[in-house]
């Protein structure tokens, strides 16, 4: 069999498919049933410092696809940290923790989820035409914590 592994910033998967940060990753059981399906790392649903308020419906039909308009976890920050990141470290697998979206949200989240995180990722959903909000962004994250740190690109101008 082919060696799928790569290693991206220090960390090495078994290869390089991941889930996004979405539906699939919504608690650990679902995390580590994108382990036992073969991805190389999990990406985890994006938290933030109050659970999302998840609109009805939450799939948008787009040209070529569909669109999840579901916001970030509609679970609270303390019950991934208490049980659901826990449940996806049981992989082995690398977790890279999703987190937005203020510099001053990344800053509290960040050293909140690091025990769990081999990484960070951010999302530019909400950035528009300024780049700033994701500057500073980034740069708490940095400050936070001692993992790589990505970020999520978004085809849409939003």
Not at 114 to 130: C, N, V
Request: hydrophobic share 45%.
């Amino acid at each position: 069999m082919a060696d799928l592994s790569v290693t991206i910033a220090g960390l090495t998967l078994k290869n390089p498919v991941l889930p996004a940060a979405g539906p699939p990753v919504w608690n650990g059981e679902a995390m580590k049933a994108c382990a036992a399906g073969g991805a190389g790392a999990i990406v985890s649903k994006t938290v933030s410092v109050r659970p999302a308020v998840v609109p009805t419906p939450n799939m948008a039909e787009i040209p070529g696809g569909f669109l999840n308009t579901e916001l970030w976890s509609e679970l609270p920050v303390e019950q991934f940290i208490e049980r659901e990141y826990p449940l996806a470290k049981e992989t082995g697998l690398p977790l890279i923790i999703s987190i937005g979206y203020t510099a001053e949200e990344i800053a509290e989240l960040a050293p909140r989820v690091r025990p769990f995180a081999d990484a960070l990722e951010l999302s530019t959903h909400y950035i528009g035409d300024d780049p700033t909000p994701m500057v500073e962004a980034i740069r708490a994250a940095k400050a936070a914590v001692d993992v790589p740190v990505f970020v999520k690109l978004s085809p849409f101008r939003i």
